[in-house]
């Protein structure tokens, strides 16, 4: 099944990174539901732009430095 | 499973389980009379009695399974009802636009609000069942 979203992000590498922090820890801080995380990890689910300046925020990185999108083949 | 994840599956057991007896008790007194002398009234408002009390008792589970989860939502969950009600409103259109013309054609009242509570049934089932998939395929 192709994925919803196209975006592409590093969060699982960065929460094992930042002394493998939790998917909840993370939603907590960012304020929305850790299977919302999950979501996003798993390519289900595209953030809003605010969500996603905070996760980047959270990890203390640039929004690009999380999140990718493909170059147009 | 998400809190709203969750509460959806509530939802849609409560409105199968209420309008699947509904249906039922509609069918055995259609097959014994003729529909314009069908009492179906009070069965239409003694159902939503069910219906709440379901989705009363399953709410009330789910919360006390994982009270820190109770009620929570985000914007995935915002965004997911939104596209389930966007299905949903136009069931209900539908339904409204069939009660209409069933009226102009002066259908019996028993047709008319069956056509009316199908469209409003149906997008309800269709709205929740579209919010399952999307919990579950991604939005």
């Known amino acids: 099944m192709t994925k919803p979203t196209k975006v592409t992000n590093s969060i699982r590498q960065l929460r094992s990174d930042h002394g493998d922090m939790t998917q909840a820890e993370l939603a907590d801080r960012v304020g929305v539901t850790r299977q919302t995380i999950n979501a996003i990890e798993q390519g289900k689910y595209s953030p809003s732009l605010e969500v996603a300046f905070l996760i980047s925020k959270v990890f203390g990185l640039r929004l690009e430095e999380v999140f990718d999108y493909p170059p147009e083949l | ?139």
């Not at chain 2, 969750?6 to 509904?22: N, Q, R």
């Not at chain 2, 709410?59 to 929570?72: G, Q």
Request: aromatic share 8%; proline share 3%; net charge negative.
């Open chain 2, 1 to 139: 499973m998400s809190f709203q994840a969750k509460s959806t599956v509530v939802i849609l057991t409560a409105l199968v389980v209420a309008y699947g007896w509904y249906g039922i008790q509609i069918l055995r007194l259609v097959g014994d009379s003729p529909v314009e002398t069908v009492n179906y009234q009070p069965l239409m408002l003694i159902v939503v009695v069910p219906l709440v009390a379901i989705a009363t008792i399953g709410h009330i589970v789910i919360s006390a399974a994982n009270p820190s989860e109770a009620d929570s939502s985000d914007e995935r969950d915002r965004e997911i009802a939104r596209r389930g009600a966007v299905i949903g409103g136009w069931i209900v259109s539908i339904g409204a636009i069939s009660a209409l013309f069933a009226a102009m054609a002066e259908v019996s009242h028993f047709w008319i609000a069956h056509l009316l509570l199908a469209g409003l049934v149906l997008a309800e089932l269709i709205d929740w069942s579209w919010r399952l998939v999307l919990y579950r395929r991604g939005v």
